[in-house]
């Protein structure tokens, strides 16, 4: 099949075929080509009689790719290519890119990359995760189709087909984990332009790879941030160490000149430094060969968590150079991630809240990808405990509405037959971890209360009609693994804190406990999306089964004579997960919530919840009106506690509430970050009435504490929520703004309700 030319074939025939790639195949570099390493470029010339007044490329690159016209990129970075569960669904970018086009001779170049569909054994001391992996069976493929349209009608298609030619590039080596290698000696000068002549090799046609293919509707992996070093020190004869200002997930930019052709430079990234020397079972990099010229080059499609990077076989500029090795002009971090628009402001009259802030929504941006990773070092993966339990989070901060629905269909693509959904979506690949890291009730659960926050949200009964079946489905396979009314055991309550023991699977509460009332709030969110959804008996059936696990759960986890729950030494997760599930009489609510109070008073307010636990001892305590104890926990500054964190100097919240810096535990990890719900929700009071959806019902009910003025704004289906109050002349004073179509009402610090006028602003004192 050659490049095709269509005149005058116009209508909604056409461009419907156009969504499925209808003038293009399956491209793969040849047989006898290396398997990922180094990475193939594509080209294909073609001739226009003028410029087009529209010209669209879409494109599916496996694992990933980097597209060019006339030498010209057509996005920022080479991370495109977005990670799914392949076998299921396959993404395809577009973009427009007529004004890259002219009259004459254009070239279409592409280059691909692994990312995870395909990662080679690295070399010897580069980290790779679990491992060798190999997602797919097939070679990198590439699928891409530029439609041209003309005045007049006329229309000129360039599919990919075995017309294109193909030959190894400058990048040799590349993994998702271990980093990037480029040799500047081996970039083809010209081969993304018209006129480059070099034999190469054609293209050979490949076998369609299995899964449907759907348009990208969430946003694309950006660049932001540039930092350059704060500090550049020789650890060591030779070897430099450039510390950022920030650990984020970047990727390196290096301006390099001089040095002999051939000459290596080495760089080693990574988030601990000790004695001036990074260290750390996790680093990465990548080593760039030079051509004697000067020259500039960024990571293609690696990006690592980092703050520290090590370079050896190259000096900084000025640095005294006998062996005439390579110069390292100019070193820039570059912070890369999904480019969800920023909706929500909070500051408040607390320097120690506005820090903690800052560092969660480092690691929050650090995470933010193709999914919501936990870290962007180690991992890189989708670990679904923190995709529902930081939602919220995320969602005053972010626009996640296509983000959050991209992984609620991965979420639906990685569930198995039985119902189960395993830790990680997508899948890569199923069954890799050992034990409860494969499978945990409090992980899968994502199925289930991600779509339901993201209803609870936006308001839009899509999410809950698309991802229906997935949940039930999950509920349902609970109960099939389930004992006597208890759901299995896994790892519970994540790396809670303060039981004298290295951080691990829960030890202060019992997992069954804990996954048993997961399950009963999973049960209670498919009857309500029912409900929502008009399937009446369906509603009745899951409410039917939320009460029989409430009893089951009083059975098995409750004292019938003193009505505490079951713990090995704190009640603070225990007490806090069964009351936002509801699975305790009403009259026993009290009773939990003074018993949370009673522990963190005797820890002197050192919350020992984990991972899971605890963003619901935040929610326990705020709805049961006690943010007062809230402001205790969180204005402390020592050792297991945000201030704590800050004080030892660390610029991303880490995965550990002590910040272990042992060169094991993650320093940018966002799953401890759930208390930037509280401050937008209780301390500037923006949130949603009890029962409202879409923001339809608004309370702003400030719980001030004792700081002395705090503001927050966040953006909402019917727009623009603020809430600015301070203390002035012994008066409370608040200043509301909200949007027309809510009812609205404040919340005094009294506990006095005043109505709120939609569409004006209001200023309220006592």
Avoid at 38 to 53: D, H
Avoid at 329 to 352: D, H, I, N, Q, Y
Avoid at 388 to 413: C, H, M, V
Wanted: charged share 20%.
């Amino acid at each position: 099949m050659k490049f095709m030319v269509l005149i005058g074939l116009v209508g909604a025939t056409l461009l419907a075929a156009a969504a499925e790639f209808d003038q293009a195949v399956w491209i793969a570099p040849p047989a006898d080509a290396p398997s990922g390493t180094p990475l193939p470029l594509f080209r294909k010339e073609f001739v226009i009689p003028k410029a087009p007044v529209r010209a669209t490329l879409r494109i599916i690159g496996l694992g990933d790719f980097d597209a060019r016209i006339n030498g010209a990129r057509i996005a920022p970075l080479g991370i495109n290519q977005p990670w799914s569960q392949y076998e299921k669904t396959l993404f395809y970018r577009e973009f427009n890119v007529g004004s890259l086009l002219s009259k004459g001779t254009n070239c279409l170049g592409v280059l691909l990359g692994n990312s995870f569909w395909h990662n080679p054994p690295p070399p010897k001391g580069r980290y790779n995760k679990d491992g060798p992996q190999r997602i797919a069976e097939q070679p990198l493929l590439l699928r891409a189709e530029l439609r041209l349209e003309f005045a007049g009608g006329k229309q000129i298609v360039i599919g990919t087909d075995d017309s294109w030619t193909t030959a190894p590039g400058p990048v040799t080596f590349s993994h998702i984990y271990a980093g990037e290698d480029y040799d500047a000696r081996k970039q083809p000068a010209g081969w993304d332009r018209a006129g480059f002549s070099e034999p190469w090799a054609h293209a050979r046609l490949a076998s369609a790879p299995p899964g449907r293919i759907a348009p990208v509707t969430f946003p694309g992996i950006e660049p932001f941030e540039r930092d350059a070093p704060v500090e550049v020190k020789e650890s060591a004869p030779g070897v430099f160490v450039y510390t950022f200002p920030r650990n984020t997930a970047g990727q390196l930019n290096v301006q390099i000149t001089g040095g002999k052709p051939g000459s290596a430079v080495q760089f080693r990234c990574g988030e601990h430094k000790r004695d001036g020397r990074l260290f750390g079972a996790y680093t990465a990099g990548g080593e760039l060969v030079t051509d004697g010229r000067s020259f500039t080059h960024q990571w293609i499609f690696f990006y690592f968590g980092m703050q520290f990077v090590e370079v050896t076989g190259a000096v900084p500029e000025g640095t005294p150079n006998p062996a005439g090795l390579p110069v390292i002009k100019r070193l820039t971090m570059v912070s890369v991630r999904a480019a969800l628009p920023e909706t929500g402001r909070f500051t408040c009259s607390s320097a120690l809240y506005n820090d903690t802030q800052k560092i969660i929504d480092q690691a929050v941006r650090a995470n933010m990808n193709w999914v919501m990773t936990d870290c962007p070092h180690r991992e890189k993966l989708g670990w679904l405990e923190c995709a529902y339990l930081l939602q919220p989070t995320f969602l005053y901060r972010y626009d996640g509405n296509e983000w959050f629905s991209k992984i609620a269909g991965d979420l639906r693509d990685a569930q198995e037959p039985s119902g189960r959904v395993t830790t990680v979506a997508p899948s890569y690949p199923a069954g890799r971890f050992p034990g409860a890291f494969t499978w945990t009730v409090e992980w899968g659960a994502a199925a289930v209360l991600s779509p339901w926050t993201h209803y609870e949200w936006y308001g839009d009964k899509k999410i809950l009609s698309e991802n229906f079946d997935m949940m039930r489905r999950f509920v349902d396979y609970i109960g099939q693994e389930s004992k006597d009314g208890v759901a299995p055991s896994g790892l519970g309550d994540w790396y809670d804190y303060g039981h004298g023991q290295p951080p691990g699977p829960s030890r202060f509460t019992p997992t069954e406990l804990s996954a048993t009332a997961t399950w009963a709030l999973c049960a209670l969110r498919v009857a309500d999306a029912a409900a929502v959804l008009g399937r009446t008996e369906d509603a009745k059936t899951y409410r039917e089964l939320h009460s029989r696990i409430a009893r089951d759960f009083q059975r098995h986890f409750q004292d019938p004579a003193t009505r505490t729950l079951k713990n090995t030494g704190s009640p603070q997760c225990a007490n806090a997960m069964a009351l936002c599930a509801d699975v305790v009489p009403a009259a026993d609510r009290h009773k939990l919530i003074t018993g949370i109070i009673a522990d963190l008073e005797k820890r002197d307010w050192q919350q020992t919840p984990g991972d899971v636990g605890h963003v619901y001892l935040i929610r326990a305590l705020a709805q049961g009106g006690r943010s007062d104890i809230l402001h205790k926990v969180y204005s402390r500054d020592g050792l297991g506690s945000y201030g704590g964190i800050l004080k030892k100097g660390l610029t991303s919240l880490p995965e550990t509430w002590d910040a272990m810096m042992d060169g094991y535990q993650s320093l940018n990890h966002c799953m401890l970050g759930h208390v930037q719900e509280w401050y937008y929700g209780y301390v500037a009071g923006i949130r949603q009435d009890f029962g409202s959806t879409g923001w339809d019902r608004v309370i702003i009910g400030p719980n001030p504490g004792d700081l002395t003025s705090a503001e927050g704004s966040c953006q909402t289906p019917h727009g623009k929520i603020v809430s600015r109050w301070h203390r002035k002349g012994g008066k409370f004073i608040l200043e509301a703004e909200v949007p027309k179509g809510v009812e609205a009402r404040a919340i005094l610090p009294s506990g006095k309700s005043v109505p709120l006028t939609a569409g004006k602003r209001t200023v309220l004192k006592e």
